[in-house]
């Protein structure tokens, strides 16, 4: 019996990848290992976070770097971070912004859900662009840089961009906008690793703070993040985040590496950002994770498409079934796409996906396109040969059954 069935719960095999409402991606041993023994000692939490900063500078390329308590964590630090910057007074304000610059510019096409994000700061959102436009037939309108220019006022605090491939407009425009009017430019790259090389690319292109998600490809801790960029910033981010404690200025004992203390007038009184804090065990679990990413020791994306390919080995023979492991874009955790005949197998992939879900042990896989014929299992959590062999057997009987 494992920990969760001693409480009461079922455990289940996620094939829908690195879903958080699925527990995310699995980690690996070591990762495993270390945030057990990260949870028999004490620390400052400044001078972790500090050594942490160092490790993910190293990694990003980036200026500094700050462990967080996921990606939407991350994206509402970075933008207490460009509302406040080093100014105690505003840091103490905090969410409310009625006497500062609290403007951030975004893409009316890329609001979503993690707005929230930014507005729990105490940010406006100010749309960029024209919502549900088209020109040309079908072809959707993109916002420009220049309608992004035109948004610009003293009121504007920062610019906010959720990347995805084919981004528009093209970051490298709003980039140019960025260090041209001197507004932080703050991406969203949560979903972005791997490939590995994402780590670097967003602060290579000029951004000056990107959130990386710690619990999807880094296989870090499910409630982890990471926030790089200026170092000036992620220090207004640690201040807003770490238990400052009651203390007096001069008394007060902070690592320099992290906070530069000499260009602050007091010290902020639990920010904005204090309900957002990670654990040690997290902080551990995270960089012991990008750490193993850094030097190609976590499980590799042809090792999970190796992992994945005796599963369509065992369905193409089923008249009516195709069965191709493939990749959503280069680099991209591979998946397996199960393609039906719906006639000739005999039952439709909403009754499969169904009875998967319903079997012992309850396999989810990815449906959203299951109403077309179509199913997909992930390789992200097909690290472990039982749960593979588990999810072929199952998927062969649910198919000819």
């Given at each position: 019996?494992?920990?969760?069935?001693?409480?009461?719960?079922?455990?289940?095999?996620?094939?829908?990848?690195?879903?958080?409402?699925?527990?995310?991606?699995?980690?690996?041993?070591?990762?495993?290992?270390?945030?057990?023994?990260?949870?028999?000692?004490?620390?400052?939490?400044?001078?972790?976070?500090?050594?942490?900063?160092?490790?993910?500078?190293?990694?990003?390329?980036?200026?500094?770097?700050?462990?967080?308590?996921?990606?939407?964590?991350?994206?509402?630090?970075?933008?207490?971070?460009?509302?406040?910057?080093?100014?105690?007074?505003?840091?103490?304000?905090?969410?409310?912004?009625?006497?500062?610059?609290?403007?951030?510019?975004?893409?009316?096409?890329?609001?979503?859900?993690?707005?929230?994000?930014?507005?729990?700061?105490?940010?406006?959102?100010?749309?960029?662009?024209?919502?549900?436009?088209?020109?040309?037939?079908?072809?959707?309108?993109?916002?420009?840089?220049?309608?992004?220019?035109s948004a610009i006022t003293e009121r504007t605090a920062a610019i906010a961009y959720f990347y995805v491939p084919d981004s528009n407009p093209p970051m490298e425009e709003i980039v140019k906008l960025s260090r041209k009017y001197k507004i932080p430019l703050i991406v969203d790259a949560a979903e972005q690793v791997p490939p590995a090389e994402n780590l670097r690319k967003f602060i290579d292109m000029g951004a000056t703070l990107v959130a990386y998600s710690g619990g999807k490809g880094i296989r870090g801790p499910q409630n982890s993040g990471i926030l790089c960029?200026?170092?000036?910033?992620?220090?207004?981010?640690?201040?807003?985040?770490?238990?400052?404690?009651?203390?007096?200025?001069?008394?007060?004992?902070?690592?320099?590496?992290?906070?530069?203390?000499?260009?602050?007038?007091?010290?902020?009184?639990?920010?904005?950002?204090?309900?957002?804090?990670?654990?040690?065990?997290?902080?551990?679990?995270?960089?012991?994770?990008?750490?193993?990413?850094?030097?190609?020791?976590?499980?590799?994306?042809?090792?999970?498409?190796?992992?994945?390919?005796?599963?369509?080995?065992?369905?193409?023979?089923?008249?009516?079934?195709?069965?191709?492991?493939?990749?959503?874009?280069?680099?991209?955790?591979?998946?397996?796409?199960?393609?039906?005949?719906?006639?000739?197998?005999?039952?439709?992939?909403?009754?499969?996906?169904?009875?998967?879900?319903?079997?012992?042990?309850?396999?989810?896989?990815?449906?959203?396109?299951?109403?077309?014929?179509?199913?997909?299992?992930?390789?992200?959590?097909?690290?472990?040969?039982?749960?593979?062999?588990?999810?072929?057997?199952?998927?062969?009987?649910?198919?000819?059954?």
């Amino acid at each position: 019996m494992n920990v969760y069935e001693s409480l009461g719960v079922e455990t289940l095999i996620n094939c829908q990848g690195e879903v958080t409402r699925l527990g995310g991606a699995l980690m690996e041993q070591e990762t495993i290992d270390a945030m057990a023994e990260a949870a028999r000692y004490s620390v400052r939490m400044d001078e972790l976070q500090a050594v942490a900063s160092k490790i993910i500078a190293r990694v990003t390329g980036a200026e500094a770097g700050y462990v967080t308590s996921g990606a939407s964590a991350a994206l509402t630090l970075a933008t207490a971070a460009c509302l406040a910057g080093l100014d105690v007074d505003r840091m103490n304000r905090l969410p409310d912004t009625s006497y500062m610059p609290n403007e951030v510019l975004i893409d009316q096409r890329q609001r979503q859900g993690y707005d929230h994000a930014i507005r729990l700061a105490g940010a406006k959102l100010i749309n960029v662009g024209m919502p549900n436009f088209r020109i040309l037939g079908d072809e959707a309108y993109t916002s420009k840089w220049w309608e992004f220019e035109s948004a610009i006022t003293e009121r504007t605090a920062a610019i906010a961009y959720f990347y995805v491939p084919d981004s528009n407009p093209p970051m490298e425009e709003i980039v140019k906008l960025s260090r041209k009017y001197k507004i932080p430019l703050i991406v969203d790259a949560a979903e972005q690793v791997p490939p590995a090389e994402n780590l670097r690319k967003f602060i290579d292109m000029g951004a000056t703070l990107v959130a990386y998600s710690g619990g999807k490809g880094i296989r870090g801790p499910q409630n982890s993040g990471i926030l790089c960029g200026k170092r000036e910033l992620i220090a207004s981010v640690a201040l807003q985040n770490l238990d400052m404690g009651l203390t007096n200025f001069e008394a007060w004992e902070i690592s320099p590496d992290l906070i530069p203390k000499e260009k602050l007038r007091g010290i902020p009184q639990q920010g904005v950002g204090r309900g957002m804090k990670a654990s040690k065990e997290s902080i551990v679990g995270l960089l012991v994770a990008l750490q193993r990413m850094e030097n190609k020791k976590s499980v590799s994306m042809q090792q999970l498409g190796r992992n994945i390919e005796p599963i369509g080995e065992l369905v193409r023979g089923i008249p009516g079934v195709e069965a191709e492991v493939r990749e959503l874009f280069p680099g991209s955790h591979p998946m397996l796409m199960v393609k039906l005949d719906e006639s000739r197998v005999g039952r439709s992939a909403v009754e499969i996906v169904r009875r998967l879900k319903e079997g012992e042990p309850r396999i989810f896989v990815t449906d959203m396109l299951a109403p077309f014929g179509m199913i997909f299992i992930s390789a992200v959590n097909m690290i472990y040969e039982d749960q593979v062999k588990t999810v072929g057997q199952k998927l062969l009987a649910a198919l000819k059954s």
